[in-house]
């Protein structure tokens, strides 16, 4: 049975066409998949889906009647709901989780005014027994990691009873075990005739998942495969060119040393470890969640502190006890939550791409004091040029733009002065396979500074660094023989 059948939709803003015939039918029971680089319409397709914007012209029928949200609440309350990449509009610091798991039906009045915390810990315990996630009920949602949050999300939208689950990015912050957790979820709704549309880049994920993938370029379908999917063929018809050189060629002769890591505990009861960095080189952790890569990272920029050892940035001590103070030393980091780390909320000053780039360089940039756009304009546009960010200028919001031309625009903060050690936790989360390429080639290009690069995914350690280490248990673990194996085979 047909659930879904969107027929030629079309959506401009301004001068920028968005969506231009884009075209999807999902059935009960089926997992659509739908692929596209950054800008090729994906998340203006939501959009309009779950209610935030109106199509300009083209057709939707929802189980075969002309459909239409003018909000989120609308379109859950018709059965399809979305669960977005970001959290931030899942919760707020000072809720408990079971507040909210709750929140939406507080907000539309599906409860009492008056409820005890006894009942609202009873239906939200069933909330995550039948998502099949376990979560500390009491803890303070503020508190949570990005995977906890993201859990939170996705419970949330399954208590809504959906006939449609549209999953944005839905692994982009789990584990392998966690990813492996929500796959079974995925499948059970599969099985009692829910449709699901999939947005993802990881071809883990559709490869374990998708019955069909759909994909989108420049806002219109260019292609579809159904099983068994041919990936490579996908990728390349996503981004319109060949993928064949993808992975750089490993670099194994360094000269200077930059980062010395000496008997380095991230924990008081964690095994020790050293860890050495040179210039040009770049060096990929990978490993679970909760494996202590963020943390390290983290302690390098001056959010948390060692617990033992000895760090040398240039052969001078270093233990910052502040951004503030490793970013003086040449030390930088883009955070793992580009979100909440390192974009302005929207509407405010700094939200523009220039202010972006500016923002940790203003005392540097302005002693003065008085702001000038001039300098941050310019930065701002040889950062367009430089990374291939898709806007229309310097001035554009942050938020107008795609996940991986975000995530550009952040990157472009600490291209635009020197440095000596860049830090990177997460840096492909929500982004596509060419935007990828685009930021591995601005990481690499750097020969007079050693890259820390934290990710979850191993074939994204592969895809970027020199060097592959893992990390088990807070301590690190030299994992290259295995990887430059590994790595051989797949070439």
């Known amino acids: ?116 915390k006894r009942s609202v810990r009873r239906k939200a315990a069933a909330i995550l027994k039948e998502a099949g996630f376990d979560l500390p009920l009491d ?88 099983r068994p999917i041919d990936f490579d063929a996908a990728i390349e018809t996503m981004i319109g060119r060949s993928m064949k050189a993808a992975r750089p060629h490993r670099r194994e002769q360094f000269d200077r040393i930059v980062l010395e890591l000496r008997g380095i505990r991230l924990l008081s009861d964690s095994a020790p470890f050293d860890l050495t960095l040179h210039a040009g080189e770049v060096v990929a952790i990978t490993g679970v969640l909760g494996a202590g890569k963020s943390r390290l990272l983290s302690a390098l920029f001056g959010i948390q502190h060692l617990a033992a050892g000895d760090a040398l940035l240039d052969g001078v001590p270093y233990q910052p006890a502040s951004p503030a103070e490793a970013i003086a030393r040449g030390g930088v980091m883009a955070a793992a939550d580009r979100h909440r780390s390192s974009l302005m909320p929207p509407d405010w000053p700094g939200e523009s791409i220039a ?28 950062a367009i040029g430089r990374l291939g960010i898709k806007a229309s200028g310097a001035g554009a919001s942050v938020w107008s733009l795609s996940g991986g031309n975000q995530q550009k625009a952040v990157l472009a903060r600490w291209e635009a002065e020197p440095s000596r050690l860049l830090l990177l936790d997460e840096p492909f989360q929500g982004v596509d396979v060419g935007a990828r390429q685009d930021i591995i080639a601005a990481i690499r290009a750097h020969t007079d500074r050693a890259t820390l690069i934290a990710t979850s995914d191993p074939e994204e350690a592969l895809e970027v660094a020199d060097r592959v280490l893992i990390m088990d248990h807070h301590s690190l673990k030299d994992f290259a023989p295995a990887i430059t194996g590994d790595r051989q085979n797949k070439e």
């Open 139 to 226: 803890r303070d949602f503020g508190d949570l990691g990005t995977a906890d949050r993201q859990m939170v999300a996705i419970a949330r939208a399954l208590s809504n009873k959906a006939q449609l689950l549209i999953l944005d990015e839905p692994t982009a912050s789990l584990s392998a075990r966690e990813a492996g957790r929500l796959y079974e979820i995925v499948r059970q709704l599969k099985a009692r005739g829910m449709g699901i549309l999939y947005i993802s880049h990881r071809t883990a994920d559709l490869d374990a998942l998708a019955d069909r993938v759909v994909i989108l370029r420049g806002g219109r379908n260019v292609g579809a495969f159904a």
């Open 355 to 382: 202010a972006t780039i500016s923002l940790p360089h203003l005392k540097q940039w302005y002693p003065s004091g008085f702001l000038f756009s001039g300098r941050e304009t310019r930065e701002g546009e040889k």
């Open 1 to 116: 049975m047909t659930l879904l059948s969107i027929q030629n939709l079309s959506r401009a803003f301004g001068s920028t066409q968005a969506l231009a015939g884009a075209s999807l039918i999902i059935d009960g029971g089926e997992i659509v998949a739908l692929m596209g680089a950054n800008g090729a319409g994906k998340s203006t397709l939501v959009k309009i889906l779950s209610g935030i914007y109106p199509a300009d012209s083209g057709s939707i029928l929802w189980n075969g009647r002309n459909y239409r949200a003018d909000s989120p609440a609308e379109a859950a309350a018709q059965g399809i709901v979305t669960v977005h990449q970001s959290t931030d509009v899942v919760g707020v610091a000072g809720l408990s989780v079971a507040d909210a798991l709750l929140l939406n039906q507080f907000v539309d009045g599906r409860q009492p005014f008056f409820l005890s």
